[in-house]
């Protein structure tokens, strides 16, 4: 296998606290890493870089672990631009343009959708995502989910089963049968293709005891859980991902004190998602009270073309620290480690020697830079380990 050094790294990012200063971003200075085509071989001074096959010159610029993006709905056709002007000139986001999303998707050919995934996934793999988890959920018949947890497991390992979505019009008058539908036919017709289970629990979506429901299913057929929850209100969506033991509750805009106790001393990480608070013109969820009683925090771009058409973590990053209070370097660790403890990783979002060799090269001499210089092409070069 083919070794690599990049060596003169001008800051080096580990997100390892026991290298270099010993914080939580285990940052080095003038620093070089070692890499095989998929592991970290060794971390350390520039000086003390063992030699490999390859050199790379970073020249001084900054070195950080690739992005991971623990929340994306990336697999649909069609656009919702004009749900989008209707907002910014006041309307309310509610979930309700979904239905739209659902018949686009339902038209477009298989191959359709694989290219329009595939040209989205190159996007945030060019902003410096090199993990992405894919939900299903716009199709919402058993054929049709099943296609797109098949097209997403061709893009990533991290897919996931969002059959619960919203309750489709063919089934607007019978909620228990769409229930028993995603239970059963559905799951089992996707679930070879999903590591996890996903269900929008929130107002006009699917309610606690419903999504319950529809998560106990999934765990028993093998499927791990999160959730979409207090999106558009307290809805209770929190609380039923921590007593599930959800690896991450995602949205979280509407968090109350007593939740914000229970995530920290819970096993669930919450995923926020600023790019839907937005563009949707919402509040932002209280990241500083969250990550300041020790709840372990994610940020993810949730690409969808309703609540969130971003495909860049670097926006993203940007958002979290002007709009939620976040520093610079907990948005990048929350971009990061955050998006692989969400994932249940522990091979990514980190450059101990033994993770994946997924790190990005910055056009920059430090990682602050990705929230100073917000809209910059700021990823030089992505190195992604071999799968
Ligand atoms: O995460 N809130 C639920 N699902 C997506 C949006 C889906 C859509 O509007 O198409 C979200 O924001
Ligand atoms: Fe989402």
Redesign the pocket.
Known sequence: MVTRVIGRIGELTTNDPSLGDETLMGRLRDAAIVLDEERVLWVGPSADAPSADEFIDAGGRAVVPGFVDSHT?LVFAGERSEEFEARMAGERYD?G??GL?VNATRAASSDELRALTSHRAAQLLAGGVTTMEIKSGYELNVAGEARLVGLASEFTDEVTFLGA?VVPVEFAHDRDGYVELVKGEMLESCKDHARWADV?CDRGAFSVDESREVLLAARAAGLELRL?GN?LGETGGIRLAIELDAASVD?CTFVSDSDIALLAGSGTVATL?PG?DFSTRSRYPSARRMIDAGVTVAIAT?C?????YVTSMGFIIALAVREMTMTPDEALWCATLGGARALRRDDIGHLKPGARADLLILDAPRAAHLAYRPGSALVATTLRAKR
């Open positions: 709905h979930g343009g979904i999303t979505h929008f979409h999106q949205h998602l839907a949730d969808n073309p309703g609540s969130s």
